[in-house]
T-cell receptor, first 109, second 116 residues
């Protein structure tokens, strides 16, 4: 079945770039998404990319998609303490959205 | 922008009681809503797809009689946890598609259920 995988943790120094990686299995996915979840809150859509694109940039966020390898990444430039959260990768598959396990991003001074 | 509102945001109940959680689309109509469950430090598990005017579609392993879903209008879906037990304690999040072609899900803020 469909599966989305992410590493569980990432720690970066404030001001550096963060790169969160994700792999997925459904080659027919139309859209791929990145969501952010802060403690005790719901999920907030950060950005999404259509499957026929290979890059999308939105201010500090850059999404790279390698459709051949089914690999998606999210780069956050100039990481700030407010970026501390769990980041979920997700793919649209048939009528569902399948989520990865989430990557907890922590920022060190 | 599209907003999904959940109520209550947190609830504590005694074992054996039933709890209802509401999910409303505030400024758009949602024929389909999704209910997720999230355990601490884990990902979201899709429980069911709520369809306006018809029965919900439950994922494998989710008890229909335990988690009753009603989607009586285009802006409201409810999840009732019946005869709740401590193992039902969790964070429940609803979401709905916002029209526009990208199948973007908008999430509610979640409801934390604690069963004593």
């Amino acid at each position: 079945g469909e599966d989305v995988e992410q590493s569980l943790f990432l720690s970066v120094r404030e001001g550096d770039s963060s790169v969160i990686n994700c792999t997925y299995t459904d080659s027919s996915s139309t859209y791929l998404y990145w969501y952010k979840q802060e403690p005790g809150a719901g999920l907030q859509l950060l950005t999404y990319i259509f499957s026929n694109m290979d890059m999308k940039q939105d201010q500090r966020l850059t999404v790279l998609l390698n459709k051949k390898d089914k690999h998606l990444s999210l780069r956050i430039a100039d990481t700030q303490t407010g970026d501390s959260a769990i980041y979920f990768c997700a793919e649209s598959s048939a009528s569902k959205i399948i989520f990865g396990s989430g990557t907890r991003l922590s920022i060190r001074p | 922008g599209a907003v999904v509102s959940q109520h209550p945001s947190w609830v504590i109940c005694k074992s054996g009681t039933s709890v209802k959680i509401e999910c409303r689309s505030l400024d758009f109509q949602a024929t389909t809503m999704f209910w997720y469950r999230q355990f601490p430090k884990q990902s979201l598990m899709l429980m069911a797809t709520s369809n306006e005017g018809s029965k919900a579609t439950y994922e494998q392993g989710v008890e229909k009689d335990k988690f009753l879903i009603n989607h009586a209008s285009l802006t409201l879906s409810t999840l009732t946890v019946t005869s709740a037990h401590p193992e039902d304690s969790s964070f429940y999040i609803c979401s709905a598609y916002v029209s526009g072609g990208a199948n973007v899900l908008t999430f509610g803020a979640g409801s934390r259920l604690t069963v004593l």
